[in-house]
């Protein structure tokens, strides 16, 4: 089983720029498709990016789409997460996890979690 440790929170203006990197551990990387979530303040998790083994195939929340990539570096085991243009309301714990289709945005249907990354977006 795969280990996720997520980086590159913090604390941006709106407008600006982070990337998210999530290490993960052990030898079974490139079995997994990788996804990033987010979670706010009071509301539940919910799905933002998910990337195939191999990178072809992306999928993203329509929150996300033409501001967030999603890529994965399988030599290094990262997966990264680009945000550009960030809103206030992009304002989360981001979480990075592993699972088996990048098509299931549903949080119960991923198999390893990291332990989250906040960032935090300044109007």
């Known amino acids: 089983q795969v280990q996720l440790v997520e980086s590159g929170g913090g604390l941006v203006q709106a407008g600006g720029s982070l990337r998210l990197s999530c290490a993960a551990s052990g030898r079974t990387f490139t079995r997994y498709v990788m996804g990033w979530f987010r979670q706010a303040p009071g509301k539940e998790r919910e799905f933002v990016a998910a990337i195939s083994w191999n990178g072809i195939t992306t999928n993203y929340a329509d929150s996300a789409k033409g501001r967030f990539t999603i890529s994965r570096d399988n030599a290094k085991n990262t997966v990264y997460l680009q945000m550009n243009s960030l809103k206030p309301e992009d304002t989360a714990v ?6 088996t289709t990048v098509a ?19 109007s």
């Open 94 to 99: 981001y979480y990075c996890a592993a699972g």
């Open 104 to 122: 299931l945005i549903a949080p119960t249907l991923w198999n390893t979690w990291g332990q989250g990354t906040q960032v935090t977006v300044s």
